[in-house]
């Protein structure tokens, strides 16, 4: 009785190969892609606590060390309505570690006369394992 692994043909086997190689390239850019997806949840929290006036939700989200710095900007930012309509990464390499972040912001689109768009572009940084804005969006 000849082997079970004789009989089956070379192409399903190389079929076979090619859907692990397949699996691995998509797993691969999914944890390559991993901190630019935290960069991005982070930019939508801070803009979601500033528009729900939630000064600590959005101090959560500026890196520890430029904290005491941004407060009286973003108690200033307390209670516009920030709609996020887009998000953009930036690494310095495919490889690499974000370095900024720019948000294409709708500030207060409810309101006419204090309506405006702004594309504000922010350092990040990698505390403890965790992404934080190093600046509060629109920051000065």
Do not use: C, H
């Not at 076979?16 to 949840?41: F, K, S, T, W």
């Not at 350092?123 to 934080?132: I, L, N, S």
């Amino acid at each position: 009785m000849g082997s079970v692994f004789r009989r089956v043909p070379t192409m399903v086997w190389i079929n076979g190969l090619l859907m692990v190689l397949v699996g691995l390239a998509i797993l691969g850019v999914e944890v390559i892609n991993r901190p630019a997806a935290a960069v991005e949840a982070s930019v939508r929290r801070y803009a979601m606590a500033v528009s729900n006036a939630d000064l600590d939700a959005a101090m959560a989200e500026i890196a520890p060390d430029q904290r005491d710095a941004s407060s009286d900007f973003v108690k200033n930012q307390l209670g516009n309505i920030y709609d996020v309509t887009g998000v953009a990464v930036r690494a310095n390499s495919i490889l690499g570690r974000p370095s900024d972040v720019t948000t294409d912001l709708d500030v207060n689109r409810a309101y006419p006369d204090q309506y405006y768009q702004a594309a504000p572009r922010e350092p990040v940084e990698e505390v403890g394992g965790r992404w934080y804005l190093g600046a509060p969006l629109l920051a000065p």
